[in-house]
């Protein structure tokens, strides 16, 4: 499996060296979908999500943002690269809350685990912050998008 | 939306006040969903990841756990419980990693955020640890299974 | 000066042994207060800040509710406690934006450093969110409250 | 209310984005100003804090430095900028601790509230070094002195 | 290899679970020895270090006892815990620094790693207050001395 | 002692400034050396320590990475470098398990630290794994091996 980066020659795991590389703009695009029960979206509807204003989606970009900075902590051989931009923006269709975290930074490795996380992590505070009406929400697709900056783009038709 | 326990009267996202709850036995159990397009489960059946003790796993789990046990950082209105035990175990199932987490603590609020994100970041650790061989890798369901020892038990039938 | 607790006999910084204090229940209230100039006060008075509802006070409130459980990490001799509450409000009185943040706990030791830290890094985030209309912001006073349940109460009197 | 660059046209929060601009050499030098209780300067004044050497204002240095390393961990929309100096000092005048905290960096945008959230950690582990002779220790005054290297650079003559 | 409680049944690495265990008081105490080069202990001997009040040492004593409250997030399947005390001393005996480090709290499980990762921090922040000097500074022992509360107390012999 | 870079002119603790100092390629190898008892060495030597690809060293690598990227949080003066590799490999020589940490980083001052405290981790986490049979592990070593691309290489030749 000589194809895994980050498992080295004696079958363990580790990080993957980048000093060598050139730095260029990376960027990466990855999506959350956050499926809310019937009784949510209904009785949300005219209001604070329906809006998309208030505090549960505001809660969410903010911790979803916070998480992506501190990806390096979460997953345990990424790079740490710093932020230059990690925007969330959270928009309903139908029962669906979908989440897209664009990061972007100058370095010598991608941020598609910073996305990745970014939109993880504001997924799971939405869920927090609706759990008192129903524990039936489902995280249903956690993917990424589009990157590029690397040795290959990479671009997701939508399904 | 007098529901939503973490919006307070002026529609401002606020804690919710446990001290006067008195300790139980809390447990929850999450579980996240990775599925592995076609060409990395052939190349990897008779392997490490076909084996279940190679390092992509473990460091799964380890990530898993030390993330659960961070979640009070990563969702704004957690409360920081402790955690008296957070297991998390992965299985393989056709095209799918199946990741679960059960976390168990004795204290006045539950624990169902720390299993979801320790579910959470162990699949995302999977997604970072195999991305070298494909993108089209999707987390594609992080729900909670069950929980016990609040004022409601909660048991997800398998679907 | 053997009145310093955090003092040891050899003049060394040192934490305080609370292992042996009974629980009960700690509450602690802290404010600061963040002086606006004119200007963005007269250009914002009829919108998010006016509403009390936006994202401005939103952000503050989560990023210092996020800091009040960071508080042992950053004070060097402040015990983990946890946090049972942090409840922060933010009004508007003139020229002045004032951070009010009550923590509660049932531990051995109180929550007056959650409380200050907590109020403190809500008032960093007003700064930071407003920065870009001036930088004649100033956090103009941090102070305690009021605090109970340790060995002797503490209330101030509004002057 | 378009100059707040961290509210975006659907009126929620956000990062902005960096990574367009040139690295420049970025200095900010902020203040915070601790107002001790009169018994508190008068017990101390021939002692460690009058002379300046001693534990409680060394921890306040060291934990104010630490915190500015952190303040992209404390200040939602903050850029991990990374730091190539942070210098604390704290004087006595009368019955101020003013704390002063300068920071620096080759970075694409500027170090404001990392001086900010270093003079503020730094005040608030001196007024926890102390509370156990009062609690009527007040942090009176936090506020940016002078900042260069960006677009505009800002200096405060003294009040 | 069945007395590994840190490995499960299908060889992955797992978490204790503690949850049913009763609450004791527990203390560990750890020591770290730095092993200075000649000529550091030469030029400090009358000095700083020399009369163990400088800020080098209280410099580790604080970075000791910080990172001690991280312990749960450096060493994977430790439990956090909480710290009800953690006391940090340093001599020098001849060429060593002696560090010292006790930990105890009331809980489930025991502070051992707690103790360890305190002293060594310390040891690494000596270290590294030191190198300008000599890169010839060995952390030459770390180890446990005692500890108590749990199943069976533990108590070395000086050797 | 004017060649403590970390004390200042006041003597008091002080950070480095490096804003002024050119980027090259730093390089840093630390070493820790675990001390097992024998009863721990003859029950793993046919097993998983033995084959040196199951957990206990595994989680040791894993641990050791992640608190390499957070030396900068846990000694107080260190600057926050990032990092382009981290890789630690441990290897048993009779009763000892070695740990070497290598970092790099492209950056204006070193990673002298972030070896050293990599490896000290690990180190940490095989205690943590191993404890429950034995408390007599000792770490007995834990030094710098080799360093360069600063202003003066460093090679330790094997004792």
Same mark, same amino acid.
């Given at each position: =499996? ?12 580790? =990080? ?6 050139? $730095?260029? !703009?990376?960027?990466?695009? *990855?999506? *959350? ?11 949300? +509807? ?5 809006? @998309?204003? %208030? ?6 970009? /903010? *911790?979803?943002? =916070?998480? *992506?900075?501190?990806?390096? $902590?979460? /997953? ?14 959270? +928009? ?5 809350? /979908?989440?897209?975290?664009?990061? @972007?930074?100058?370095?010598?490795? %991608?941020? $598609? ?6 939109? +993880? ?9 609706? @759990? ?5 929400? !489902? /995280? ?8 590029? %900056? ?6 997701? %038709?939508?399904?």
């Amino acid at each position: =499996m000589s194809k895994l980066s980050h498992i080295d020659a004696d079958n363990r795991p580790t =990080m993957v060296d980048v000093s060598h590389k050139k $730095e260029t !703009v990376r960027e990466a695009h *990855a999506q *959350a979908i956050v499926r809310l029960p019937g009784d949510i979206v209904q009785h949300i +509807s005219g209001d604070e999500i329906g809006t @998309k204003k %208030g505090p549960v989606f505001a809660t969410a970009i /903010i *911790a979803g943002v =916070m998480a *992506a900075k501190k990806t390096h $902590e979460l /997953i345990p051989f990424c790079h740490p690269v710093g932020l230059d931009d990690c925007k969330i923006t959270i +928009s309903v269709d139908g029962n669906d809350a /979908i989440i897209d975290c664009c990061c @972007k930074v100058v370095h010598k490795t %991608g941020v $598609e685990m910073e996305a990745l996380t970014g939109a +993880s992590v504001a997924a799971l505070t939405i869920y927090d912050m609706l @759990k008192a009406m129903s524990h039936d929400i !489902v /995280i249903s697709e956690t993917r990424l998008m589009a990157k590029s %900056g690397g040795k290959q783009d990479f671009y997701r %038709g939508q399904s």
